[in-house]
């Protein structure tokens, strides 16, 4: 696995990796948001730090009163204003600590139900429990956002020898032209030994909307993965989709 310039693997790959160490990216500075360095030559990381220093200094009431009504699993480190966020890592910035499933809500009580890079930290049978609870926590007419890696991209790059590089975890980069590198990133999940949270399951749009229609669900349409406001950081390797349950 590839973790700096010097890193093994594939002359490819090591080239890769350096390109993305060395050069004109080295030379711009860091700037520091929540304890975690963002390159600024990252567009869409910088974008996502523009996201969280952009909190508007009062709450819109009206926005407000709607929160109780739209719950984010697995926010993270990145909560989404104006809804209930719930994790259950201490470390996250959350409303609500608690493993899922079962989701503590009652019967149609939520109208907005979003879990992005969550799904596929779960069993196959905890992914459809959690997908049944979410139709059963939601009012008819409901909104389920799911976002998740979307494997068929991330191995069409790799096939192809794409000249893609990935950061993670801070400072360190994965090429996607090298497959122990895809491993660790997205079927795995090892590239951070500090991240205690596996990835157990792989999708891309084709199943999980599947599982998503299995659950009862009519799907809407697909997430763009590099501008929805519910998405923290876009890039090419996550896909998602929109669903409703239905009103009947």
């Known amino acids: 696995m ?8 594939t002359p490819l790959s090591r080239f890769l990796v350096k390109r993305c160490n060395a050069g004109v990216f080295a030379k711009i500075p860091n700037i520091s948001l929540m304890g975690s360095r963002w390159n600024l030559w990252d567009g869409t990381k910088w ?9 508007p200094d009062t709450l819109d009431p009206v926005e407000q009163a709607k929160a109780s009504r739209r719950l984010n699993v697995g926010c993270g480190q990145f909560p989404l204003l104006y809804w209930q966020n719930l994790d259950a890592d201490p470390r996250a910035i959350a409303d609500v600590y608690q493993a899922v ?11 907005d139900i979003y879990a992005g890079h969550f799904l596929e930290h779960l069993t196959r049978e905890d992914g459809r429990e959690f997908l049944a609870e979410c139709f059963r926590c939601l009012t008819p007419g409901g909104r389920l956002g799911i976002v998740v890696p979307d494997t068929r991209e991330v191995m069409t790059r790799w096939l192809a020898g794409a000249l893609d590089c990935v950061e993670y975890p801070v400072n360190t980069y994965h090429a996607i032209a090298d497959l122990d590198d ?11 030994p500090s991240d205690e949270s596996p990835h157990l399951w792989a999708f891309d749009l084709g199943t999980l909307g599947r599982a998503m229609e299995a659950a009862g669900f009519v799907v809407t349409g697909e997430i763009d993965r590099y501008r929805d406001p ?9 896909c998602g989709l929109d669903a409703r349950k239905p009103e009947v």
Do not use: E
């Open 182 to 192: 895809v491993c660790a990133l997205f079927l795995y999940h090892t590239a951070d």
């Open 47 to 55: 974008f996502a730090a523009m996201r969280l220093m952009q909190r």
């Open 2 to 9: 590839l973790s700096s310039a010097m890193g093994s693997g």
């Open 230 to 238: 519910r998405i923290p950081v876009g890039a090419f390797y996550q």
């Open 101 to 111: 499933p079962p989701l503590p809500f009652d019967d149609d009580s939520l109208d």
